[in-house]
Structure formats: structure tokens, C-alpha cells
């Protein structure tokens, strides 16, 4: 494959959530086989295809799937659910032919209690891998070692019968975390990468990152008001966000430098000190992208994405490199947040426009399984959730796992998605909502997806271009420029409107003519664009190269 400098400025990387995607051998659970059987859809070289640059896997591998795979036992494995090793080298021979990167999902914080490292950490106080875990002593009070709570909710601390000590797990209290500042521990974890690397992989996402540096005097976090779950009635001072997490993405960043074109995501609390863009380090020291999820976390509010846009576009230092996320495995899908009080035309033409939004902002765009064919939250009742932290807060929170259910593939049986009985329900709208319907309608909002990416390969304006907010317009319209300067100059306009009403209004402050590539309206008539005459229908937006 050819450039591997930073391959993934340019990128469209797509998230798999391996137990939904495809299922190959009728056991109701995604696998490797069945991702091969689907690269094609993903990139077979021409728009006819999605046309992703990336895929990230969530975890695969073994796992006692407590929290589905993010409590790894192996990190040099695939689960036997998901297939082997020579399945993966398979999926990644295959990807790398059509031109797919493949990432890997690495949960660095913490493993699995049956992990073997934990096993020896916790056989005896003596045991050489005892410290490559975070234990404690009962406290003054005789209780628990601090107040700190876990993320799913109860005390983050854990009493061992055998050992008479605590140990620390922030998720679950099958996730005990890993004692990062142990060399041994950061010794296995660099092999761990030199594994996947060497076996051809890309990357990868990092997990949690800011859960690593933590206070090891366990100073008591301060309280404040009352929320449902547990962990939010903490203010999370000492048990995250210390700035030793930085130290460890810096040696990160040393293990794959040594991997051209290996790159790292990262996954930080939106409301970590300093903001997400904190784990850039200088911009070119740690990691190479993070993520921002606090567009992913608002409602469809012009006035809220226009500040979030603006900030992330600032915050990120030279060298580092903006995302772009609407939805993932742990939140309600953005199709579902954008709807919430609004008729089904109004949301169906919101997802629309989001998808512009999101294929046109500067950085690279993540997209989630299903959400190119428009997939939704899918109600469910107690007796089907599956995870843990969903079945703790249900009904009060809806939880994770109405946005993991199966693909949808086709009106066949179980949406096409397995010939067997799916591990979570498929959503009752996929008759309606699957690929293969959606991939004969150039009206679908699968055709939009597929345009706007394939736009984005032929126009560096919107992969590389900078980002400039126009001034002057309506307040409830997000209205920007992509541009690029030098011998390839091109100047985008993208406008969106946030109303579900027609509007109509002129720019003076950019005083221009051009083309409408691409309206989110796809019975949308005009072509030429004047800025003294703006004309948007409702929820439309539109995607205009303005002449020189
Ligand atoms: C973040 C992951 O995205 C989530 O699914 C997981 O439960 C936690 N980290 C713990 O690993």
C-alpha cells in the first residue's frame, strides 16, 4: 500500500461492533468470516461501494464478555466466537487488497479478572505479578482504601478473600486495572503491540486513556449533588485524568513510531480536564487523533454545534489531527438523539443533514455500523438486554445495547445479519431500513453517504482544507468554508439548516457564485448557487465549490 505517512488525515474510518456486523456460521454472534464477506460493501474500489478508508474493530479477543470484550483474558488472540488468528490474517490480507486499514481496539487500563496476569496477581501477596495491578490495604476506617466508585456503578474497590487486600477495577469488578507505572506491565503491553502491528495491522483505538494516570495515595474524591448513577456523584480528581497518562501515551507513541503509518485513536471523557485535545501532548508526541464526543453527546442545536465545532477546531495543536463522531457502541445513536420530539420526515431529513455534517467538517469522520442506512435505537424489553451496565440503570437510562443491535442487511430473515437466533433483537424497521433496499434508491440516505464520501476522495478541499465559519448568517443556519490554497485551490461552502422550514437569505460576507455539488434534499432541483440568493428547503443542506 502506498502512502503511509498520515493516510488517516484523509480517511473515512468505519466502527465494527464484531458481535453485530455479520454472522457466518449461525450462531446468532458477528464474526470474522462474515466481516470478510462484507468488505466489498464496505470498499470494492468503486462508488458503488461505501468507500471507507478504515475499519476499527471493537474487541475480538478472548473474553469472558463481561463488558463484551473490553475485559481482554488474551491480548494476543481472537476469541473463538469471533474465529482464529488465520481468520484475522485473512481479514487483514483481504482489507489491506481493497485499500481497508484495519484497527485494532486496545483497552489498555484494565483487563479481564481471568486475564493470567490477574490470576498470578491475585494467587499471593509474593507473586511477581502482583504489582502490575493496583492493591491497597483496608483504610484508616478499616473500609475501603477510598471513596472512588466505579464507572458502572458501586465502590471501585473490590475486597480479595484470599490476599486480604483491594484491588482497583473502575469499569466492573471483572475489570481489575493494570499498574501502568510497573515496568514488566508496560513491557508485556508494548509486545502486545508489537504482536498486531507485526501481524499487519494499521493502529489502533485506545480505550478509556484518561482512566490510566490515577493518584496512588487514593485521596478521597470530593462529593457533589445527587445523580442516578453513582459515579456521576463524585467530582473524578484522583482516580483519573492524573498526568501520568501522559507519560504512557508519550511511550506509545515511541512503540509505534517504529511502524510507519501506524496510527492511535484515543477515547477520553468529554469532561476531562483540559478537554480531549489534552492527549495531542505538543501535537506530534502522543497520540494522533482523539476523540471529541461532545457533539456526540447534544441535541441537534445549531447554536451548541457551532461553538463545539469552533472550540475543537482550536483546540487540537499543529501536528494532531481533528475527529469527527456522531454515534458509537456506548451512546444512543444519532439518529435517535436528533429525533427526539420531531415527526419521522423531520428526522429522517436531520440524519440526512448530519451526514453532511459530518463528511464536511474538518477531520477525519467515524462512522458507526448502521448508521449509513439510517439504523436507530431499538427499543427492548429487560429480559433481552445483554449488557451489564444497560441492565443496572434500566428503564431510568436507556443504556448501550439499543444502539448495538444487529446490521441490517436485507428483508430476509434476521435482517440477513445470521441463519440462526440473533444475540440481541434486529430491529423491527428493517424491512424498510437495510442495505440492500436502500443500495438501488439514489434517494436513500445510503446513496447520500456513499456520495459524500466518494466526494471527499476527489476534493482535498474537504479532507485537508481549513475550516472558516461565515458570518451573517441566520442563527439557526451552521454555514462554513473548506478551503485550500496553492495550485489546487478550491473554496467549499456548506450550509445547513437547522429548521424544519424553508429559508431564505442572502451571504454578503462571502459575495459569490458557484455550484451545488450535493443537497441533503434529494428531489432538490437547483444547481447554481448565488449567494445574494440563498434558498434552503427544510432541514436541507447543501454542498457548494464556489468559483475562484
Ligand atoms: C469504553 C468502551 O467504549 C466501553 O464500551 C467500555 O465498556 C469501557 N471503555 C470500559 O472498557
New binding site residues.
Given amino acids: 500500500m502506498t502512502d503511509h505517512g498520515s493516510w488517516w488525515r484523509h480517511a473515512v474510518i468505519y466502527q465494527i461492533y464484531p458481535w453485530s456486523f455479520q454472522d457466518s456460521n449461525g450462531d446468532g454472534i458477528g464474526d470474522l468470516p462474515g466481516i470478510i464477506s462484507r468488505l466489498d460493501y464496505l470498499n470494492d474500489g468503486t462508488p458503488h461501494s461505501l468507500g471507507v478508508d478504515a475499519i476499527w474493530l471493537s474487541p475480538i479477543y478472548p473474553s469472558p464478555m463481561k463488558?463484551f470484550g473490553?475485559d481482554v483474558a488474551d491480548y494476543c488472540a481472537i476469541d473463538p466466537r469471533f474465529g482464529t488468528l488465520a481468520d484475522f490474517d485473512r481479514l487483514v490480507n483481504e482489507a489491506h487488497r481493497r485499500g481497508i486499514r484495519v484497527l485494532m481496539d486496545l483497552?489498555l487500563?484494565?483487563t479481564s479478572d481471568q486475564h493470567p496476569w490477574f490470576q498470578a496477581s491475585r494467587s499471593s501477596r509474593s507473586s511477581p505479578k502482583r504489582d502490575w495491578y493496583l492493591w491497597a490495604d483496608p483504610g484508616a476506617r478499616g473500609g475501603r482504601p477510598s471513596n472512588w466508585t466505579a464507572v458502572f456503578g458501586g465502590s471501585a474497590w473490590e475486597w480479595d478473600r484470599t490476599t486480604r487486600q483491594y484491588y482497583l477495577h473502575s469499569?466492573l469488578k471483572e475489570?481489575p486495572d493494570l499498574n501502568w507505572n510497573h515496568p514488566d506491565a508496560q513491557e508485556a503491553m508494548h509486545e502486545v503491540v508489537r504482536f498486531w502491528l507485526d501481524r499487519g495491522v494499521d493502529g489502533f483505538r485506545l480505550?478509556?486513556i484518561n482512566w490510566i494516570g490515577k493518584d496512588s495515595n487514593w485521596p478521597d474524591n470530593p462529593t457533589r449533588f445527587f445523580a442516578l448513577r453513582s459515579y456521576l456523584r463524585q467530582i473524578h480528581h484522583y482516580d483519573r485524568d492524573q498526568p501520568f497518562t501522559h507519560t504512557v501515551l508519550q511511550l506509545l507513541r515511541t512503540w509505534t513510531n517504529d511502524y510507519p503509518g501506524a496510527v492511535m485513536v484515543g477515547?477520553a471523557s468529554s469532561d476531562t480536564p483540559g478537554g480531549p485535545a489534552a492527549f495531542y501532548g505538543k501535537g506530534t508526541d502522543e497520540l494522533h487523533m482523539v476523540f471529541d464526543f461532545r457533539m456526540l453527546k447534544s441535541s441537534w442545536d445549531p447554536q451548541r454545534f457551532r461553538r463545539l465545532i469552533q472550540q475543537w477546531d482550536r483546540a487540537v495543536p499543529p501536528g494532531g489531527w481533528p475527529t469527527q463522531v456522531l454515534s458509537?457502541?456506548?451512546n444512543s445513536r444519532h439518529y435517535s438523539r436528533y429525533s427526539r420530539g420531531v415527526d419521522a420526515e423531520t428526522a429522517a431529513r436531520r440524519a440526512r443533514a448530519a451526514a453532511l455534517l459530518l463528511l464536511t467538517l474538518r477531520g477525519t469522520p467515524y462512522l458507526y455500523y448502521g448508521e449509513e442506512v439510517g439504523m436507530r435505537d431499538v427499543r427492548l424489553r429487560y429480559r433481552e438486554l445483554r449488557d451489564p451496565y444497560t441492565r443496572r440503570y434500566w428503564p431510568f437510562l436507556r443504556g448501550?445495547d439499543p444502539a448495538r443491535t444487529p446490521m441490517q442487511w436485507d428483508r430476509s430473515p434476521h435482517a440477513g445479519f445470521t441463519a440462526g437466533t440473533p444475540w440481541l433483537p434486529v430491529s423491527p424497521d428493517f424491512e424498510r431500513v437495510n442495505v440492500a433496499h436502500e443500495a438501488e434508491d439514489r434517494a436513500s440516505i445510503l446513496s447520500l453517504y456513499r456520495k459524500l464520501i466518494w466526494l471527499r476522495k476527489t476534493m482535498p478541499a474537504l479532507a485537508l482544507g481549513s475550516y472558516r465559519e461565515v458570518p451573517g448568517g441566520p442563527p439557526d443556519c451552521l454555514i462554513y468554508l473548506r478551503e485550500t490554497g496553492g495550485e489546487v485551490s478550491e473554496r467549499l461552502l456548506i450550509v445547513i439548516n437547522f429548521r424544519p422550514n424553508p429559508r431564505r437569505f442572502s451571504l454578503p460576507s462571502i459575495d459569490a457564485v458557484g455550484v451545488i455539488l450535493l443537497s441533503t434534499d434529494p428531489h432538490a432541483a437547483g444547481e447554481s448557487f448565488d449567494s445574494a440568493h440563498v434558498d434552503l428547503g427544510p432541514d436541507e443542506g447543501i454542498l457548494v465549490r464556489l468559483h475562484a
Fill in positions: 463488558d473490553y483497552v487500563n484494565h469499569f475489570q480505550d478509556a477515547e458509537n457502541h456506548d448501550r
